[in-house]
């Protein structure tokens, strides 16, 4: 599984940081950074929350 980013409809809320914050942060300025893209069974659960929970669905688990 991977979790990806449509970086157009980002708009920066750290919603998503705050739910999986060592699969992404966000940089200095504002922009969400992916820190892995391939998740595992550990990282399941915290990469489906931050999708719940983005305002804008710029998140989405493939």
Known sequence: MRIV????RCEGHGL???AAPRLMHLDDD???VLD???ID???AAPANAAVRVCPV???RIA
């Open 5 to 8: 980013l449509d970086r157009p």
């Open 16 to 18: 998503c940081e705050e």
């Open 30 to 32: 504002g922009e969400l």
């Open 36 to 38: 892995r893209e391939e």
């Open 41 to 43: 069974s550990a990282d």
């Open 57 to 59: 669905a710029a998140l």
